[in-house]
């Protein structure tokens, strides 16, 4: 076991099958961007795991937030997590597990872990995958719960935040976004925003870099390397963006988790908002 | 000649004619989206017409605004425009056109004009186009000149403004934009915001409906009409917007030069800044 999977928001296949029967334990995949009609879940998925689209269950049905205290509540007890449920999130791609996992820690739910290293570290250990749908878990009530608003951070602060001593930007996006060549993910469409750069000042952190082969994550000594090479150490305050903030939560996950900071948010805005929005600074 | 047509920023394609070796007008063909090899403009033009691309030509260079004063001045004096050149801009599509005669009148050159029609009315009436491609002007001096920013609202004066009688929000967009069944007009891939839907209390105004089949402006009654219909009457405050605000502005020149209305403004962010913000709420 390397050190990141001592960490109790990060569990290793082996926990989760010593846990599968358990019924205060709900393994979810979050079926993320060009995963509409969720292929990978059902050409074969960890056994047990349910399929939610990131979209439709982690934001708000209108407007471009998550879902407040009431509506957070009614989708978990619709969907059978009570307050005390264990819930387990891996992400196609690994991102979206983790930006789950982000959200429910920002809607105040406190019981949520990660698989380390989502499907791909779970069938490089020769573990089966399944094609079985569980059938749907029976509604509970769940009390409505705060949210961490310390985990967050707006458009205006990350403004005023620009050049402020004691302040690092990392950008977890890949490095033809970081360099302002394009704005739309790898191997996707180049769309998202109007204008291509980086928030002036930015600290380039692929995301992907704090991750092996399998996806599991890095041991904390690369990442910790990683993140201080980039001016990211502990005493820092630390905003992290990417273009939606699905990589971003990575980021956020690997410090906060994995290497105990205190000081981190997410401008969830990220790319796709600071990249469209009138007048503000932009660095190529 | 309508009524339309004698109003003195519109000018018809005899008029044009008329002034065709006029060293102090300056035609400009806009090369609108879907426009970046400048296909239409080299398949045949307005005789006289140079072409610009409307993102390079009339946003500032990193951020999304418009140039400022001095880089405004020197993009000008640049391509041979001083202060008291008549610039008279037609668009490929339409309202890149207007577009670009609306950020110039807000940028401060007060002599610019647009060809009623574009190409279309100019073809239609039998005049020819050509491909031969006009020689570069000299360089003039442009003094730097103020912004008419009267002319131009932001998020936060629309976000303050929801729900109350006035402004009049108008949504030039295509219906299934206004409906938010799409986020892009007609025959263009679905992207741009994140969030489907209008500002809560727009009301719709397509702005091909303010067009006849040639691309020229309807008559003064018929535009008056439709306007009213939505309760745009000329002592409201009105605000516009579409997708990134091109087909706003041509709202705004018949309201403001076939119509006479004095205050109208451009919510240029648009659905592209609005349904990609965090936090804004949405109407579907």
């Not at chain 1, 407040?68 to 449920?85: M, Q, V």
């Not at chain 1, 499907?119 to 094609?131: C, I, K, Q, V």
């Amino acid at each position: 076991m390397t050190a990141a999977n001592d960490r109790s928001s990060l569990v290793t296949p082996a926990w989760l099958e010593a846990h599968r029967d358990d019924p205060k334990v709900c393994l979810i995949e979050v079926a993320g961007l060009g995963q509409d009609q969720m292929p990978v879940y059902k050409a074969g998925h960890v056994p047990g795991a349910i399929g939610w689209k990131w979209k439709e269950m982690l934001w708000d049905s209108q407007t471009r937030d998550f879902p407040d205290p009431d509506e957070f509540a009614r989708r978990l007890g619709a969907a059978g997590i009570g307050n005390d449920t264990a819930v387990v999130f891996y992400g196609e791609g690994v991102q979206f597990g983790v930006y789950a996992w982000w959200t429910f820690k920002y809607c105040g739910h406190d019981k949520v872990y990660i698989l380390d290293g989502a499907r791909d570290r779970w069938a490089n250990e020769g573990r089966p995958l399944s094609t079985e749908v569980p059938p749907p878990a029976k509604p509970v009530p769940y009390r409505p719960v705060a949210r961490n608003e310390g985990m967050r951070i707006g458009r205006d602060e990350v403004l005023a935040a620009l050049g402020r001593p004691g302040q690092v930007i990392l950008d977890g996006r890949s490095p033809e976004e970081y360099t302002g060549q394009r704005v739309g993910g790898p191997g996707g469409p180049d769309v998202g925003a109007l204008r291509y750069g980086r928030i002036p000042g930015a600290k380039h952190l692929f995301y992907s870099d704090l991750m092996n082969a399998d996806k599991s994550f890095k041991t904390a000594d690369e990442i910790k390397r990683a993140a201080a090479e980039r001016g990211a150490v502990p005493d820092k305050n630390v905003i992290a963006y990417c273009r939606m903030s699905h990589r971003a939560t990575v980021i956020y996950f690997a410090l906060t988790e994995l290497l105990g900071y205190k000081n981190v948010r997410v401008y969830d805005g990220s790319w796709t908002e600071w990249g469209n929005l009138v007048g503000v600074p932009v660095e190529r | 000649m309508s009524e339309a047509q004698q109003q003195a920023a519109l000018v018809d394609p005899a008029w044009l004619a008329a002034r065709k070796d006029d060293p102090k007008v300056r035609l400009i063909e806009i090369a609108g989206t879907g426009q970046e090899q400048m296909q239409a403009y080299r398949a045949g033009h307005v005789p006289g017409a140079v072409c610009w691309l409307w993102l390079q030509t009339l946003w500032d260079e990193y951020k999304r605004d418009f140039p400022a004063p001095d880089d405004f001045a020197r993009r000008l004096g640049a391509a041979g425009i001083g202060n008291d050149t008549a610039v008279v801009f037609y668009g490929e599509g339409v309202q890149f056109g207007v577009y670009a005669w609306w950020t110039f009148k807000y940028c401060g050159h007060d002599k610019v004009y647009m060809l009623d029609g574009a190409r279309d009315r100019w073809a239609n009436e039998g005049r020819p186009l050509t491909t031969d491609v006009p020689p570069s002007a000299p360089p003039v001096q442009y003094r730097p000149v103020a912004r008419n920013e009267g002319m131009r609202t932001s998020y936060r004066e629309v976000l303050a403004g929801l729900g109350k009688p006035e402004p009049v929000l108008l949504d030039a967009r295509s219906p299934e934009e206004y409906r938010g069944e799409r986020v892009n007009g007609p025959g263009s891939p679905d992207v741009g915001a994140l969030r489907y839907g209008r500002i809560p209390g727009a009301k719709h105004l397509y702005f091909e409906d303010l067009l006849n089949p040639d691309k020229s402006f309807k008559p003064v009654a018929e535009l008056r009409r439709l306007v009213e219909a939505r309760g745009a009457f000329p002592e409201k405050d009105v605000v516009l917007y579409c997708r990134m605000s091109h087909r706003a502005t041509l709202v705004y020149f018949a309201l403001t030069q076939l119509l006479g209305y004095r205050k109208v403004r451009i919510y240029d962010g648009s659905w592209t800044e609005w349904g990609n913000m965090v936090g804004m709420p949405v109407e579907r």
